[in-house]
């Protein structure tokens, strides 16, 4: 797969991997999987997840599956299970003929369910919810046993088939693993397997109205499955004794390896679903797919590439310890591919005219602009010169202080690909708004340079007013000013105290380099000092719609500073 080479740095799973090959563990095979709960769309954290499943499986020519745990019919919704779908085939990876459900399982599940009843190893318990949280215990404080521990055999399987034929209310009963209830392991204290809920389930329909806990299906899935090596996030090395328990009593056809790693956390953003799920739903941003979303469908729509968002994931490493990822690096590698990659344009964003006195008004001419000066090899394009240009506001000043080398009255400047022009005269409003500036051009100075060797310290980029494009861009920043939006949860505050007010600015009358008209939804570009961009999805031939994908610097740290 392309990616960067110099990027790759063993990490422990891959330690794990080499060594159970070259001692012909699990037959020398891997066989990983990513296991979403169809519950939301996927994150930044989840496609560290599916390059490292996806990524370890090409690696050691094993198999990857995507397997939807599909246990919990309240939450679960066939959209998401699409956009799941194609988010992964967008990243890049191919789970071929291995897409499964843990609802494909339910049947099987339900049988070593009946297996640990008969074993006397799962029993139903009568319980209410509130009372079996209680029964619990805590760290500090052992379990207490439920009442209806003992119940036999016959007793069991005769309340199980009644529940599943649903004869009984929610929450009456549960079908409950029978392990120990002093285990030091809160997970061991007699875990729910099967609960009541009477809802229709997105595949299996009314057929069940009971289901399988996630703790009792994921491990189980996974030997159901074949998979060799389980990656999991941190949170579920305190499960892994359970589903070690449960794999060892009834006859599956395999024994999977967990292992855990580190989820991953980034700066400026939030990655729980709860929370992703409360910006959609209550409007703050405008649905899964917005590009200041860390989801990817947003980071599809904002314009990162796949291939720098596996980059990434490689460069953050796989090691068991939380930190907080800059975004930075992300942002970094996402430049790092466009700047190889993205044809460059020039494009006015707030335009300002300027009319070039010297230069005939029936006139017009084309002059050379390279593609990308990383690769000579992507070529150039002719851009069109004529007597009124636009150039960006912010590149001229009535009183330039003394750091400016762009335009100002008196003072020569570059425009990029074509000539100098120096300004002569500034024309203004009635409220005194600069609405126009005369300059004159020097014809010698064809191409940017000038045959007397004189120097200019400003180069301009600009457009043809009679041939450039009009367009909306959108300009997308952080959607967090706070770089832990969770940090004062605990304290009482919302997450969403530190929403980014600035986080997205529109603007509505920018003036694009003629060519960009043919760009379709996705097409991305660099356009010249103002950072890369990409085709957004509401784009249309009558109104073209450009996102920023992100600035050509890091100007993040430098407003930091100034607003602390
Ligand atoms: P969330 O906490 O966002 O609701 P989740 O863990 O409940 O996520 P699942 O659908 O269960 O979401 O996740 C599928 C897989 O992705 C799991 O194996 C999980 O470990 C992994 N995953 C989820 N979030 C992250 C993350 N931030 N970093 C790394 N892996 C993650
Ligand atoms: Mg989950």
Redesign the pocket.
Known sequence: MDSNADNVQSHFIRNIIEQDISENKHGGMVVTR????P??YL?I??A??ICLNFGMAEEFNGRCHLRF?DTNPLKEEEEYVESIKSDVRWLGYDWGEHLYFASDYFDKLYEYALMLVKQGKAYVCSLSPEQIREYRGTLKLAGKESPYRERSVEENLDLLDRMKAGEFQEGEHVLRAKIDMAASNLNLRDPVIYRIVNASHHRTADKWCIYPTYDFAHGLSDAIEGVTHSL??ME?EDHRPLYDWFVDQVPTPSRPQQIEFA???MSYTV????KLIDLVENGYVEGWDDPRMMTISGMRRRGYPPVAIRNFCEMIGVGKSENLVDMNMLEYSVRDYLNKTAMRAMAVLRPLKVVITNYPEDQEEELEAINNPEDMDMGSRPVPFSRELYIEQTDFMEEPPKKFFRLAPGREVRLRYAYFIKCDEVIKDDNGEITELRCTYDPETRGGAAPDGRKVKGTLHWVSAGHCVNAEVRLYDRLFYKADPTAQEKNGVDFKEYLNPDSLNLLQSCKLEPGLADYKPGDRVQFERQGYFCVDKDSSQDKLVFNRTVALKDTWAKIQQKSS
């Open positions: 990513f296991p979403p709960e519950n939301g994150h954290g989840h560290k997840s745990d999991c996030s579920f989820r991953l956390n990655l729980s679903k709860r």
